[in-house]
């Protein structure tokens, strides 16, 4: 008796996708016509890669499992075909015509949605393998910052983890020229087309997808659209609330410091962050420096700033 899909794999029926992706790669590097030594070979794989055909499609799965969940429905006719261990019958969806041929439309309306692996379907199969389009890839690269308000066309070089026609791992080494347009946010995706895993039997090769990080510095970090900077204030600019001039990934800025602004203390710029469709804000993140007092005049200056202040006590106990 025919062997259903399930057992054609070496799976059982609650197998998750990436275990029938598994033991389907497992089968092609044993029985790929151009590496495989069993003589049964080509019929192998093509049966293998009609159970897969089947199993990997969540759609056409569910109606396999309804039709070996529901054998009776199939019942045991004279046409002769049968398909699967759990003993249905394709043989009901003959109709007989009114001449001495058979009408074998349901029958292929209905099994038609798996592909070759049903009737005559099978039989075309072994007369051409079908062909499957190579599976997605993805990769992350990392670039500074100033690229999202500029833009940039950029060359990498990637090394991404991948199958070989015969199931079998190895590395892909890729180098290629990317366009990063400007107002890319932290986590969106570039999508190659065609860059992806190369297709079987002459199918369509799969996409690369790059997804954008930014670049942390001890200075700059990214959320989403939004950047953070941290920039060095003195104690006077902070105290008297100045104007002071900050470099920033959006370009030089003017910045009016509040009055008494604190250690820590951020300001929100609108729209400065990263200049996507709605734009991000730039927050500033004031870190107050202290000068060393190394010439006698500057210790003096303290002296005058304690004297001044005498009445602020920087310790509560």
């Known amino acids: 008796m025919a062997k259903n899909y399930y057992e054609e794999l070496g799976v059982t029926r609650d197998a998750s996708t990436d275990e029938i992706k598994k033991a389907y790669r497992k089968l092609a590097r044993?029985?790929?016509p151009d590496i495989?030594?069993?003589?049964?070979?080509?019929a192998k794989m093509q049966a293998i890669n009609v159970a897969y055909d089947t199993l990997s499609d969540t759609t056409k799965k569910a109606e396999y499992d309804q039709i070996l969940d529901h054998p009776q429905g199939f019942g045991q006719?004279?046409?002769g075909f049968n398909q699967g261990s759990s003993g249905f019958d394709g043989s009901q969806f003959?109709?007989?015509?009114?001449?001495?041929g058979a009408d074998f439309s349901g029958f292929e309306d209905l099994f038609g949605r798996f592909?070759?692996?049903f009737g005559g379907g099978q039989q075309r199969s072994q007369r051409q393998q079908r062909s499957y389009r190579g599976e997605d890839q993805h990769a992350s690269i990392q670039v500074d910052i100033s690229i999202a308000y500029q833009g940039s066309t950029q060359q990498i070089t990637l090394q991404i983890p991948t199958y070989n026609v015969y199931g079998e791992p190895e590395i892909q080494r890729k180098t290629l020229e990317v366009k990063i347009p400007k107002g890319m946010k932290e986590g969106q995706q570039i999508r190659l087309t065609g860059q992806g895993q190369s297709g079987i039997n002459g199918?369509?090769?799969?996409d690369l997808y790059i997804e954008i990080q930014y670049k942390d510095t001890d200075r700059i970090r990214v959320e989403g659209a939004d950047v953070y900077q941290t920039i060095d204030v003195a104690p006077w600019e902070a105290g008297l609330g100045q104007s002071i001039e900050v470099s920033t990934p959006a370009g030089q800025l003017k910045v009016n410091l509040p009055k008494n602004a604190k250690n820590g203390q951020q300001l929100r710029l609108k729209d400065k962050g990263i200049p996507s469709k709605t734009a991000g804000n730039l927050y500033l993140i004031i870190n107050i420096v202290l000068p060393a007092a190394q010439s006698e005049q500057e210790q003096q200056a303290y002296q005058q700033f304690a004297e001044a202040f005498s009445s602020f006590k920087a310790r509560t106990s």
């Open 30 to 32: 044993k029985y790929h």
């Open 36 to 42: 495989s030594k069993e003589a049964d070979a080509e």
């Open 77 to 79: 006719g004279t046409g």
């Open 94 to 100: 003959y109709h007989q015509s009114s001449g001495d």
């Open 115 to 117: 592909g070759a692996g």
């Open 203 to 206: 199918g369509e090769n799969g």
